[in-house]
Nanobody
Framework: VQLQASGGGLVQTGGSLRLSCAAS????????MGWYRQAPGKQRELVAV???????NIADSVKGRFTISRDNAKNTMYLQMNSLKPEDTAVYYC???????????WGQGTQVTVSS
């Protein structure tokens, strides 16, 4: 499985971005897909996850501002980010967990920078 993240960029506080993660496989069969982020000097943290049957888990820090979704027909997952804050600045990575032994795959990351 290969994952290609895109959509990052520079935006002002309060702005919006939509990240995309295109997968090489059929995402409807994936156990889950998710977005993680890593800010400079900090550990990578979970942002949002969408499981195989559509249930989601959103980090408290972005709840109400970020929405995760996926389009199985396009084999693509999205992260709609609204009301962005400077503390959302990070490299965002997409992730997929696949199969009975839960193989984990990572995309290359896309930079999101929110200016104050």
């Amino acid at each position: 499985v290969q994952l290609q993240a895109s959509g990052g960029g520079l935006v002002q506080t309060g702005g919006s971005l939509r990240l995309s993660c295109a997968a090489s496989g059929r995402i409807f069969s994936f156990n889950s897909m998710g977005w993680y982020r890593q800010a400079p000097g900090k550990q990578r943290e979970l942002v949002a996850v969408v499981a195989k049957f559509g249930n989601t888990n959103i980090a408290d820090s972005v709840k109400g501002r970020f929405t995760i979704s996926r389009d199985n027909a396009k084999n693509t997952m999205y992260l709609q980010m609204n009301s962005l804050k400077p503390e959302d600045t990070a490299v965002y990575y997409c992730n997929a967990v696949v199969g009975y032994i839960a193989n984990t795959y990572w995309g290359q990351g896309t930079q999101v920078t929110v200016s104050s």
